[in-house]
T-cell receptor, first 117, second 116 residues
Framework: GAVVSQHPSWVICKSGTSVKIECRSL??????MFWYRQFPKQSLMLMAT?????????EQGVEKDKFLINHASLTLSTLTVTSAHPEDSSFYIC?????????????FGPGTRLTVT | AQTVTQSQPEMSVQEAETVTLSCTYD???????LFWYKQPPSRQMILVIR??????QNATENRFSVNFQKAAKSFSLKISDSQLGDTAMYFC?????????????FGKGTKLSVKP
């Protein structure tokens, strides 16, 4: 159990367009979902935290108007990169937390590679 | 603010040997969790082991064990009988148990290569 999927796994888009990435918890309800960005050979950087039905909490330095996060249900969160530019090219990873107490274990999706040309 | 430091950017070990990856952290919290995650070339993050700060006993999971020194704020990972499939990036992570969101704070990672 505790599987998280992401779609698409790889996307190429043109500069100025928007792209949406989906994160789904397949076999559990995720009270909280997290979005990370990972540059090559670097660690994961938390972008934002989203709770179902409420606005996402963005980390300092992350443009909320550029990276739109919607956590519409307990199994789905989406990240939309608006007006994408080449510097937005990166590996985006989501994770989902099951429950609201205990060890708060996060389950990670397989990631989405975004390339902006 | 909490920080996690992994001082070994890269390490290598011979197959079947034992290797220890280092991690230190800084926090003023008393109740927290520590994790080691593995990220193989597929880039899928995989939980290796978890330690609750209130537990004195070191966590173990098969060939993986930790040396948790709370006073020293040290949390090292020992991999015994290393296998080729252990080749991956390893990230140490901290989570404040009192935090409402359960955010993970990651170290910069250690790239482990297991050589045949």
């Amino acid at each position: 159990g505790a599987v998280v999927s992401q779609h698409p796994s790889w996307v190429i888009c043109k500069s100025g367009t928007s792209v949406k990435i989906e994160c789904r918890s397949l076999d559990f309800q995720a009270t909280t979902m997290f979005w990370y960005r990972q540059f090559p050979k670097q660690s994961l950087m938390l972008m934002a935290t989203s709770n179902e039905g409420s606005k996402a909490t963005y980390e300092q330095g992350v443009e909320k108007d550029k990276f739109l996060i919607n956590h519409a249900s307990l199994t789905l969160s989406t990240l939309t990169v608006t007006s994408a530019h080449p510097e937005d090219s990166s590996f985006y990873i989501c994770s989902a937390r099951r429950g609201t107490s205990g060890p708060y274990e996060q389950y990670f999706g397989p990631g989405t590679r975004l390339t902006v040309t | 603010a909490q920080t996690v430091t992994q001082s070994q950017p890269e390490m290598s070990v011979q197959e079947a040997e034992t290797v220890t990856l280092s991690c230190t952290y800084d926090t003023s919290e008393s109740n927290y969790y520590l994790f080691w995650y593995k990220q193989p070339p597929s880039r899928q993050m995989i939980l290796v082991i978890r330690q609750e700060a209130y537990k004195q006993q070191n966590a173990t999971e098969n060939r993986f064990s930790v040396n948790f020194q709370k006073a020293a704020k040290s949390f090292s990972l020992k991999i015994s009988d290393s296998q080729l499939g252990d080749t991956a990036m390893y990230f140490c992570a901290f989570m404040n148990a009192g935090g409402s969101q359960g955010n993970l704070i990651f170290g910069k990672g250690t790239k482990l290569s297991v050589k045949p």
